[in-house]
């Protein structure tokens, strides 16, 4: 983190010597949320600083952004959220992207734009959220990963109110927040899209509705009937008068979400028996919503408003991969839903639930929610139902031969989901990849399977021929893969990060996209190339440091201190989990798996030079006293954090043989 010479001896609160390190300086391109203005760590002496070491294609940095801001909100003159971007793809290190998405997801607070990770390496980070807590006097106090730590933080920041107010060293008042401009026009950073059947169009003077299409303007968290000029606004739900986020079942602009991202049609012979026309995904609220073009009714169909893997009772489930068969859908916790299709073939809605990097399935009859697809392991992982792993999958469409496909953003990968009967009719799930190495793995290159490469694909759409159309996102393009060539080309190329499309039918026309530019506040149409370009820019892999490793025996260890006001949930056994395992799968010849621990003796195979950890650690434990007994109705509340590190196997004694993750490290 720092040098020696910003060490200095202390004591804690139980009067143990420790050790206070100076916190490093914050040193990157430029800042924003400042006035343009350069912030460094005396300038904020005497305010309590959480860096949030974030980049914005993380669902899990994206969780923090909202947890935190109750806490920015409770301690506004005492505490500075900054937000450290360090960016895992190519495209997020522009600094036009990092703009709009600090736009795009209401982020009020400085936030420091580090493109070579100089300020992420200073402070030691290994994964994708991290929080580093300052003192008023400049010294690192925690040393957090993951998510799920706000309460944690609550108690740490008043504690340190307390302490610092005493030693007259916390100074009140304003922080260095300046916000940016708001976006104007039609839209702000629409996510999704769906071309309405013309019955919910207007009318025309033949009595024949017109063709219309429904948008999720996610950053205004609403819902817009769009009229066939892509641009002229028919009907709003949701947002209230001036884009309000929030949670309300409701008719038109009463209704609230935040920000919604997936739209579904409900199937014709459907529509009536269901008493609405479409489900949308309502992303940060946690749920699927439902909503009727006839009546503007708007109404909660799954998820109880908390964020997965905490139930109902808010009580840790433990097992993400289990839901009571007989839970009702609106007691099912969920997690960032990004999309949804109605899947003939499955005969109910599968959700590309991006929180736990699984597929969920909704059956609109029976009103019950289920595991369709995953392990939740964040990853690239072929096999069945149970054993395939995602990552953030944020698109999902259903071919007209009745198999799915699936974006899958962090791998950059483009997946399949086939379906097989039995002799005796019993239904199987299989996911295989077209396009997609792993989760560091990217670039735009065009080719086959092995050489391809997109960069975190968002949308998806089936062309007239049976291929299909990806909007990759970060490359600003829209590529093509065709199934029975296994061959990625590119249709277009320049635009400001696509997030979906759509294919449109016109008497005597040729097909033509209709595409979602997010980041140009616009959909577009664009007519179907009859030749494809053929892109080759290099593959790229992400540059965060690897951990050197002697190979053979490894000593991990999760660091975890209980929050204040906590302690752990012994009611059941160890409440503490550790799930590793690696790409390539020989790397580890021991110790992969999962067991209850934050220890475990790892071995390594020296013969694998350059391999990926993959680490899930988890702790959980409940409001109470140290010594006292969990009273029955306290609030329980689990930490994790998935870790993918990258290590280089050197053989060199000098190297590490311990290897120690902080999932909730206090100094």
């Known amino acids: ?32 949320n400042t006035g343009e203005k350069s912030l460094d760590l005396q300038a904020l002496r005497g305010k309590i600083v959480i860096l949030d070491f974030w980049t914005l294609c993380c669902i899990n940095c994206l ?197 919604p991202q997936g739209l579904a049609l409900v199937p014709a012979e459907l529509r009536e028996k269901l008493g609405y026309d479409v489900l949308i995904t309502d992303t940060v609220n946690h749920r699927l919503r439902s909503l009727n073009l006839r009546t503007g009714e708007v109404r909660t169909l799954a998820g109880n408003g908390v964020q997965r893997v905490i139930d109902g009772d808010n009580a840790v489930t433990g097992n993400a991969n289990h839901i009571p068969a007989d839970a009702p859908a609106t007691a099912v916790a969920l997690s960032s839903p990004w999309d949804a299709v109605y899947s003939r073939e499955a005969g109910q809605f599968v959700i590309a639930m991006a929180g736990t990097h699984q597929l969920f399935g909704y059956d609109p009859v029976s009103e019950i929610v289920s595991i369709f697809a995953g392990a939740g392991v964040e990853g690239l992982q072929d096999g069945t139902a149970e054993d395939a792993w995602f990552a953030q999958p944020s698109g999902i469409i259903e071919a007209r031969d009745g198999s799915l496909w699936v974006a899958c953003s962090e791998t950059s990968g483009l997946r399949h989901v086939t379906f097989t009967r039995d002799e005796h009719g019993h239904q199987s799930v299989q996911v295989t990849s077209a396009v997609g190495l792993g989760l560091f793995d990217f670039g735009f290159v065009d080719g086959d399977s092995q050489t391809s490469r997109m960069q975190h694909p968002l949308g998806l759409a089936e062309l007239p021929d049976g291929s299909i159309a990806v909007a990759d996102t970060y490359n600003g393009a829209i590529r093509r893969w065709d199934p029975a060539a296994k061959e990625l080309s590119t249709l277009q190329r320049g635009l400001a990060e696509p997030a979906d499309l759509l294919v449109e039918h016109s008497p005597g026309e040729d097909p033509r996209l209709i595409i979602v530019e997010t980041n140009a506040h616009q959909l577009v149409r664009a007519a179907i190339p009859a030749q494809a370009q053929k892109v080759d820019e290099g593959a790229i892999t992400t540059a965060r440091p690897a951990t050197k490793l002697t190979g053979g025996t490894l000593e991990f260890t999760s660091r975890f201190t209980v929050p204040t006001g906590q302690k752990l949930d012994t009611r059941w056994g160890d409440p503490t989990q550790l799930k590793i395992s690696s790409t390539p799968e020989n790397f580890l010849l021991d110790g992969a798996g999962t067991s209850q621990g934050l220890s475990r003796t790892l071995v390594l195979n020296p013969e694998v030079q350059e391999a990926v950890l993959h680490i899930t650690a988890r702790a959980a434990a409940c409001d109470g006293t140290p010594d006292g007994d969990i009273p029955e109705h306290a609030a329980c509340h689990l930490y994790q954090q998935d870790w993918g590190i990258p290590v280089i196997v050197t053989g060199d004694a000098a190297d590490e043989s311990e290897l120690v993750l902080d999932l909730r490290g206090i100094n």
């Open 1 to 32: 983190m720092s040098e020696t010479s910003n060490q200095h001896s202390g004591q804690d609160h139980t009067g143990q010597k420790t050790v206070r390190v100076r916190a490093s300086e914050l040193i990157g391109r430029s800042w924003l």
């Open 63 to 259: 969780h923090v952004l909202d947890e935190l801001r109750p806490l920015e909100e409770e301690f506004s003159d005492v505490l500075v959220t900054v937000g450290v971007h360090s960016p895992k793809f190519e495209h997020e290190a522009d600094p036009v992207a990092l703009a709009a998405a600090v736009d795009r997801y209401d982020i009020k607070h400085p936030v420091l734009d580090d493109p070579e990770l100089t300020t992420w390496q200073a402070y030691t980070a290994r994964a994708w959220p991290t929080l580093v807590v300052i003192d008023p006097e400049g010294y690192i106090v925690a040393h957090l990963s993951g998510e799920g730590h706000v309460q944690g933080l609550i108690s740490l920041v008043r504690e340190l109110v307390a302490e610092h107010e005493e030693k007259g060293t916390l100074h009140r008042g304003d922080g260095p927040y300046v916000p940016r401009p708001k976006t104007e026009g039609t839209f702000a950073f629409p996510g999704k899209a769906i071309e309405l059947p013309t019955e919910f169009g207007p009318k025309n003077l033949f009595g024949t509705g017109s063709r219309t299409y429904l948008v999720s303007d996610t950053a205004r968290h609403r819902i817009l009937q769009v009229a066939e000029d892509l641009n002229t606004v028919l009907v709003t739900y949701g947002g209230g008068e001036d884009g309000e986020k929030g949670y309300a079942d409701g008719t038109g602009t009463t209704a609230r979400f935040n920000e």
